[in-house]
Each structure stands twice: as structure tokens, then as C-alpha cells.
């Protein structure tokens, strides 16, 4: 079988998974933004494993898709889960906290934002993970180059959390604020409402959302827990839970795959 | 009076659309929400509209329109499907031609990876902008390359960051069709190809209904979920192809066109 992986790098998590596959004997090829074509070339391999969330990653999966070829996870589910905006109003729709975001200019902001609302976190609107991501704690930080449109949300004060998922496996862990997936992470028990929102986030998807993370904050003055981010392919890199993530997260994928035949 | 608000970005605001607006403010109570000076809050969801008409398609109105999708019963024309998958080539071709809409061949390659078809046109990827179309034509051996200046300005920019390029096949054709949809309703044009006539009004007449054509139109809003829009058509050997879908159609061009499109909207709103 030839499987093709979708990936901004070759190492790392995708290295791992490619090696766990061809030591199965399948024939793995990883297709990065510097080798990626997309046309009917691509139509060559059984299934892909769509591990980056790139623009180009996406069209490739839907691509793909449109002329049959299965991709795990759906490129339409990355999408939702890459596209900030997306994300943010299905979190309202199945009922999970969520900070209220804002979009506009650098004008609209200065001119229409309370002073005492800041501090807020200014995000991509395509984005997960950390990169750039930042604190604005005061109009003179709000900057954008030719007034275009920024994303910020509003700043949740509170308790940090790192959340994991493999099937039914949930390990999650305290991470510093704004901090990314490699930064070192206390392991904590999964308290129940964490295990109770990774429930409804993956109910909506039907059983199709294999795994991921959450970012999620307990805020300090509610005891609220809000989700700030999701994630469709993390790194697994602080994964301190029994099961190892590569072996599993591929015998997911492959039964995937054999169910979808 | 039903209550028709606007989602607009300021270039429309300022070019686009004066007479509709004098005509729709005849006729309803009008609202205008402008992208440069909006502030979208998502805690802020109590609106009072009958109906959204979007003229736009930056960040800011995508956002606007899936709000109002998400979060009210409120219809949007166009809605968040049909304008995100405008604005984004690769991914209408590849829907458009899964609906069997004969679409050129296309190819989305890393710059400097030679596409798998000879004579060909560089597009923008993401059309979101503003911009008017600039060709660049090159002859090279006997085979044609047209670039769009949008195109090549889209690439190696540091956000968003990529150095894609889309390829399609060129076709050469006598005449551009340019189709309208308003609703149920199609309007046909014929002109001269921008690239043998830049002046495209010049050259633009009405033609009779083409039922090929039509077929088409419909498939293609259905499919694309847009309610109003133009698509162009290239004719090659008796064959159309499907060359540009756009989800905020100039409808100036169209006789009475401000006054198709408002009828059209305040029929679509529910009180």
C-alpha cells in the first residue's frame, strides 16, 4: 500500500510515523511545500495522512478527496480547527466557553474598544499553537501593517492547560500562558469537566476526530473552563500518558482507513 | 419597512454601489456596517434585519457573515460557502469540475515547477482583494503564457506566506461570455477577451439565452451555494469552459441591475 503524508516537515512526529509505516511495509512518501504539486500526480498513493494544516496542505486534502482518494483526518475538519473563526463560533454552537472575540482595524480598535477591557490576545485568523500570538495591554501595542484586519480575543486569567487526545486516551498538563507544545509541562489527573468538554468537542465530529488538543483556561475569577485553542495534529511532544502516541495514532489511522475501503 | 443591512468594505461603498443604494433606501430601511470602520464583537448578536446583502470579502466580512449564519436566523446573500469558496480558486475548480461544470485544466505548483499543460495562465490564488485583473503576456516557442499581476504579486509575501502558483490551461476563444445570476434569473453578455480588449465594455453586448450556459449557471450556484454572482466562460471546438466565478458581481453592467438586485434582495427578506 502507498500512503502519502502531507506535512510541512519530514521530521519529527512525521519522521516517527513514517518509519512506524514502513516498518509495516507500506511505501511512505511526505510531501512538503517544497515537492508538493497538486494535480492528478498526487492521485498515485491509496490514502494520504494530512498531518500540517497549511492553506496548501488543505487544498491538497480536499483535492484528494474530490477525486476519491481517502484523507485522515478530513480536510474539512482541519480547516474548522485551523481557521480560528470557524472554530470559535461551532465552540459557542455546542455550548463550550469560548473568550469573545473581536475583529477589525488598528483605528476601529482605538477608536471603539474600552480601556477597560484590555488585556486581550492578538491571533492569526489562520493559526493554532502559539505563532503569532501575543498580549495587548494597551492601544499603542495594537499595530498592523496598511490598517488591515486583525483577530483578538479577549485575555482569559486563570490556570493554563494543555489538553491531549488519542481515542479515549486524555493527558493533560499545565502549561505556562501563550506558551507553545514543546515547552515543559506539569501532568496533571484529568479533572471532569476537561474530560466532559474533549466529550462535545469530539461528539460533533461524529467519532471522525481520532485525536488532537485543546487549550484551555480555568479562569480564575469564574472557575469557568474556556477553550482558547484546538489543535487536529499536535507534535504529541509533551505527551506523558501510558500508550505511545506514533504507534497508536497510526493503528487509528490505518483502521481508518481500512473501515473507509 | 423591511430592514436590509449591508456588509460592505469601503472600495465598493465609494464605486460600486450609489444607485442601488438610493433605490434600496426607497424601498427599505437600510443599514450599512463598512469593514474599515466595524468593530465585530461576538458577544454583540442582537441585529434586527430582515436580510444581510454582502458586498465584500475581506477578513473582517467573512467573520460578519459567519456570525450571523452561526448565531441568528438572519439570511446572508451571498453566504459564508459561496463567498470563501470564490475568493478561493483552487478550491471552486475543484467543486465546480466535481458538479461536472467543464473547468480548464488546472494545476496548483510550487514556483518554479513547470505546470502539466503547455499554453497556460497564472492567476491569483486567493482572490480577496480589490485588484483588477493586469495581464502579463509572454510568447515564448510558439506557446503562450499570461501571468496576472495579482498573481505574482501574491507570491513570496511574508503573510500569507507561500510561493504557490495557480496554472490554467489557456483557451483561446473568439469571445468572453460573461453570465450574471440573480436568483432564479440569468443574463447573458458576450465581449471581446480582455486580453485581445482591455476595454471590455466597449465590445459587451447582450445575447440571447444559451441553455448550455444556463445549465451551468445554475449548477454552479448550487453547488457553490450563491445567490447572486457572474462567472465567465471561454468557448474552444464548441466546448464552454468555466473560467472565473465571482461572488460580488459589478451588477452596473447589467440594464437596471441596482434595481434587479434590490427587488431581488427584498423579495428574499422575511419579515
Redesign the interface.
Known amino acids: 500500500m502507498k500512503i502519502g503524508i502531507l506535512s510541512k516537515r519530514k521530521t519529527m512526529f512525521t519522521g516517527k510515523i513514517k518509519n512506524f509505516l514502513e516498518n509495516k511495509g507500506f511505501t511512505v512518501t511526505v510531501y512538503t511545500l517544497e515537492n508538493l504539486a497538486i494535480n492528478e500526480n498526487l492521485l498515485n498513493n491509496d490514502f494520504y495522512i494530512l498531518k500540517s494544516k497549511n492553506l496548501f496542505f488543505l487544498y491538497a486534502g480536499y483535492y484528494l478527496e474530490a477525486n476519491n482518494i481517502p484523507v485522515i483526518p478530513k480536510p474539512q475538519m482541519s480547516f474548522i480547527q485551523k481557521n480560528r473563526i470557524h472554530s470559535h463560533f461551532l465552540m459557542k454552537r455546542i455550548g463550550l466557553f469560548t473568550p469573545e472575540i473581536y475583529l477589525g482595524t488598528v483605528d476601529t480598535f482605538k477608536n471603539q474598544l474600552n480601556l477597560d477591557d484590555f488585556p486581550f490576545i492578538l491571533k492569526p485568523i489562520m493559526g493554532s499553537g502559539s505563532k503569532g500570538v501575543r498580549i495587548i495591554r494597551t492601544y499603542d501595542e495594537i499595530k498592523s501593517e496598511n490598517n488591515t484586519i486583525l483577530y483578538m480575543e479577549r485575555y482569559i486569567n486563570g490556570i493554563h492547560y494543555n489538553v491531549y487526545f488519542i481515542d479515549n486516551e486524555i493527558c493533560t498538563l499545565i502549561k505556562p500562558p501563550l506558551s507553545h507544545e514543546h515547552v515543559d509541562m506539569k501532568k496533571i489527573e484529568t479533572p471532569d469537566d476537561i474530560r466532559n468538554v474533549i466529550q462535545k468537542w469530539r461528539n460533533y465530529f461524529n467519532g471522525e476526530l481520532l485525536f488532537g488538543h485543546l487549550d484551555m483556561v480555568r479562569e480564575d475569577a469564574s472557575n469557568n473552563l474556556f477553550t482558547v485553542d484546538v489543535g487536529s495534529f499536535p507534535e504529541f511532544s509533551q505527551w506523558k500518558c501510558r500508550i505511545s502516541p506514533v504507534d497508536r495514532i497510526c493503528e487509528l489511522i490505518l483502521k481508518k482507513y481500512e473501515n473507509l475501503k | 419597512m423591511k430592514k436590509i443591512g449591508i456588509i460592505i468594505d469601503k472600495y465598493h461603498l465609494k464605486y460600486k454601489v450609489s444607485e442601488f443604494l438610493k433605490y434600496l433606501n426607497s424601498k427599505a430601511d437600510v443599514k450599512i456596517y463598512t469593514?474599515?470602520?466595524?468593530?465585530?464583537?461576538?458577544?454583540k448578536i442582537e441585529f434586527d434585519e430582515n436580510l444581510f446583502f454582502v458586498k465584500g470579502k475581506?477578513?473582517?466580512i467573512?467573520?460578519?457573515i459567519?456570525?450571523i449564519e452561526?448565531?441568528t436566523n438572519i439570511p446572508v446573500i451571498n453566504s459564508y460557502r459561496g463567498t470563501w469558496l470564490a475568493i478561493?480558486r483552487?478550491?471552486n475548480s475543484?467543486?465546480l469540475?466535481?458538479a461536472g461544470i467543464p473547468i480548464p485544466d488546472?494545476?496548483?505548483?510550487?514556483k518554479g515547477?513547470i505546470?502539466?499543460f503547455e499554453d497556460y495562465i497564472i492567476k491569483n490564488i486567493i482572490d480577496q482583494k480589490n485588484w483588477k485583473f493586469k495581464p502579463i503576456v509572454h510568447k515564448e516557442n510558439g506557446r503562450l503564457k499570461v501571468a496576472d499581476e495579482r498573481a505574482l504579486n501574491e507570491v513570496d509575501k511574508v503573510d500569507?506566506k507561500?510561493?504557490?502558483l495557480y496554472y490554467q490551461k489557456f483557451i483561446k476563444s473568439k469571445w468572453e461570455f460573461k453570465i450574471y445570476g440573480i436568483g432564479d434569473e440569468i443574463y447573458f453578455y458576450k465581449q471581446i477577451p480582455i486580453l485581445i480588449n482591455p476595454n471590455k465594455i466597449e465590445s459587451r453586448r447582450k445575447i440571447d439565452r444559451e441553455p448550455e450556459l444556463e445549465e451551468y449557471c445554475y449548477k454552479a450556484m448550487e453547488v457553490m451555494d450563491l445567490k447572486l454572482t457572474s462567472m465567465d466562460f471561454l468557448k474552444s471546438k464548441e466546448q464552454f469552459f468555466l473560467t472565473d466565478i465571482n461572488c460580488t458581481p459589478n451588477f452596473n453592467y447589467i440594464k437596471d441591475g441596482h434595481k434587479l438586485v434590490a427587488d431581488f434582495l427584498l423579495k428574499q427578506a422575511k419579515i
Open positions: 469593514e474599515e470602520t466595524f468593530l465585530l464583537d461576538s458577544s475581506g477578513d473582517l467573512l467573520a460578519f459567519k456570525l452561526d448565531l478561493n483552487f478550491l475543484v467543486i469540475r466535481g488546472f494545476s496548483l505548483n510550487p515547477s505546470p502539466p500569507p507561500y510561493n504557490y
